[in-house]
């Protein structure tokens, strides 16, 4: 079964940088798409990148340019390094794997 574990989350000021990690257990992580989603206080969890097995990435409008997101398949790993944050970035980020799989989240909190 895989199971997903994100770190990297804190407090950070605007227009500072963060990079999460999402570590996958399980061989068949090169297989999967991952993605990553967000969910502030009172929102709806919304998705703001994907990576394909292939290396094919996607990003929300409103965090393109600003986010990458990649991946180290012999880490089992995917990365989302996080430029230029704005106080409106701050959420508990999740990542997902075969649209079922959840972590349990990092929070981020970015200060103005």
């Known amino acids: 079964q895989v199971m997903l574990v994100e770190s990297g989350g804190g407090l950070v000021q605007a227009g500072g940088s963060l990079r999460l990690s999402c570590a996958a257990s399980?061989?068949?992580?090169?297989?999967?798409?991952i993605s990553w989603y967000r969910q502030a206080p009172g929102e709806q969890r919304e998705r703001v990148a994907s990576?394909?097995?292939?290396?094919?990435?996607k990003y929300a409008d409103s965090v393109k340019g600003r986010f990458t997101i990649s991946r180290d398949n012999a880490k089992n790993t995917v990365y989302i390094q996080m430029n230029s944050l704005k106080p409106e970035d701050t959420a508990v980020y999740y990542c997902?794997?075969?649209?079922?799989?959840w972590g349990q989240g990092t929070q981020v909190t970015v200060s103005s």
């Open positions: 997902n794997a075969l649209g079922r799989i």
């Open positions: 990576i394909s097995s292939g290396g094919v990435t």
């Open positions: 399980g061989s068949i992580f090169s297989t999967m798409g």
